[in-house]
């Protein structure tokens, strides 16, 4: 084969700009004469091919720069394989982190994370070598059949949220083989029923139980190993020693279903019936904040600085009242007029479609959001659309760094002095609020926040201080006045509440 790949005659080369060409030069190209065995060069150029297909061409010429350091690795530490099948995925790891060390390249770096904490983030020269090594020893293998599954690439219906950007399910967390493979059966079944969300902290419920499994029970190596009794213990290890763990109800719900799941794909009967009612928590109350009127000004003045469309998608979603994942995914076809009310349609991606009438302001905003799309992108699906793929909606990821960065950059604090954090879901609540403020019934206040029903609207109630203070001040002021009276009698410094109250000694 030709030791050279091209890029011009890459797909992807076509959608480039003018600007990114210039940028990538004459002759952009990837060189396989310095990789030392044939069979690596035709593995690592269908690595290269099939990562073209993947992203933008200026995303593969950037890549380059790793390329040459992993084939510099293979001229020194990999002269005599053939093959990156010559040798397991942990010992090419153990060998390209020694090599990178050996040639003072960092293994990670500290950087300030969103919220202004320390974080630690993996040399993306890794992240290059591990995708390298995941490719080539899983090519030719079946989807299901591989460690990190590449949600695009499965024949199963899933139910993702496209807002969220998750496009991998990985088990190499899972140290067990067996449990491995197991968990794999289960979780194809739970992808065709749950939404991706569940699905991903079943991933994390399983990982948790088989860490502890390998450091506890060596012995288990397969989830019909799994009894009563160990469950039983690392419920208990769960509660005393694993305390960081902050939502048992949700933990300990989702490793149930996963592991019933698998009880049925693997034929297990022991996991039936592993579990029993009174495992499982309740449900902690949960703890609902609202915003200010203060606070939300300070944030809105935050929010007009930002660029015009991040601006209008934050200030619709204030007004709409919806959760950020609705706001996010309205789509061009979502207004229109009856009986000479603008109607609004909402596909909620939790529950179900619903409608309710706007304003002629939010209207004229939310059009003025299509139009500003359309001008840049064309005809799209979306309102609020990914930069990089119009097809999708806004990533949530990329407006909470706007708002967050805004934030940090204008030093907004909330009433108490704290830095605001992305808060997306308190305009919610702040909108339930101000409706309760203006004596709606609940019928109507759970319809215009898209409740199914009125359940949840008595939160909206209790968290109205305003309210509460309005309608009980005659009772409160009453209840006052008889206390006030009753302190005849008791010692000299009862008076002072006297004097407070602005209240009169009692005329004997």
């Not at 719900?253 to 499982?280: H, M, P, W």
């Not at 200010?292 to 200030?315: C, F, H, P, W, Y």
Request: proline share 3%; glycine share 4%.
């Amino acid at each position: 084969m030709e030791n050279k790949i091209s890029l011009k005659e890459l797909e992807s080369y076509k959608h480039t700009t003018e600007a990114q060409r210039k940028q990538m030069g004459k002759d952009p190209y990837y060189d396989l004469a310095d990789i030392p065995a044939a069979k690596m060069r035709e593995e690592l150029a269908a690595f290269i091919l099939h990562k073209s297909e993947c992203v933008a061409a200026v995303t593969v010429y950037k890549e380059r720069q790793y390329y040459k350091a992993v084939c510099r690795f293979l001229q020194k530490r990999a002269k005599r394989a053939e093959s990156f099948h010559d040798r397991d995925s942990d010992t090419w790891m153990r060998q390209f982190k020694g090599w990178m060390m050996s040639e003072g390249i960092p293994l990670s770096y500290n950087k300030c994370g969103l919220y202004g904490h320390p974080v630690v983030e993996t040399n993306r020269l890794l992240g290059y070598f591990t995708r390298i090594l995941r490719f080539t020893l899983e090519l030719g293998c079946e989807e299901t059949e591989k460690d990190i599954w590449e949600l695009d690439k499965l024949d199963i219906p899933f139910n993702a949220n496209p807002i969220r950007n998750c496009r991998t399910v990985n088990f190499k967390g899972i140290p067990q083989r067996e449990i491995r493979e197991e968990l794999k059966k289960g979780i194809c079944l739970n992808l065709q029923k749950e939404a991706m969300d569940c699905v991903q902290k079943e991933m994390t419920a399983m990982r948790r139980l088989s860490g502890y499994l390998a450091k506890r029970h060596k012995g288990v190596q397969s989830c019909r190993d799994i009894s009563r009794e160990i469950l039983e213990e690392y419920l208990t290890y769960l509660k005393t020693e694993k305390t960081e763990t902050k939502n048992l109800h949700a933990v300990l719900t989702r490793l149930r279903a996963v592991l019933e799941s698998i009880g049925k794909a693997c034929e297990y009967q022991n996991l039936e019936f592993l579990f029993l009612s009174r495992d499982i928590p309740p449900v902690r109350p949960s703890e609902f904040k609202v915003y200010s009127d203060g606070e939300i000004r300070r944030l809105n003045a935050g929010i007009a600085k930002l660029d015009e469309q991040t601006a209008r998608v934050m200030v619709i979603h204030q007004m709409l009242g919806t959760r950020i994942s609705d706001t996010l995914t309205l789509q061009t076809d979502c207004l229109y007029e009856s009986g000479g009310e603008t109607i609004i349609r909402i596909r909620q991606m939790k529950t179900k479609t619903y409608e309710k009438p706007v304003s002629r302001e939010l209207a004229e905003l939310i059009r003025r959001a299509i139009s500003y799309t359309e001008e840049r992108y064309g005809p799209t699906k979306f309102i609020f659309v990914d930069e990089k793929n119009p097809e999708k909606p806004l990533p949530y990821t990329r407006l909470q760094y706007k708002v967050v960065s805004m934030i940090h950059r204008e030093n907004l604090r909330d009433d108490s002095g704290q830095l605001f954090g992305f808060g997306s879901h308190m305009y919610r609540h702040y909108y339930g609020t101000k409706l309760t403020e203006m004596h709606l019934d609940d019928f109507t206040i759970a319809k215009l926040l898209g409740h199914s029903s009125v359940r949840n609207v008595k939160y909206y109630r209790k968290m109205s201080n305003q309210t509460l203070a309005d309608e009980t001040r005659a009772v409160r002021d009453m209840l006052s006045e008889i206390i006030l009276q009753n302190l005849d009698g008791w010692e000299e410094e009862y008076e002072q509440i006297r004097e407070d109250a602005g209240m009169q000694p009692k005329i004997q």
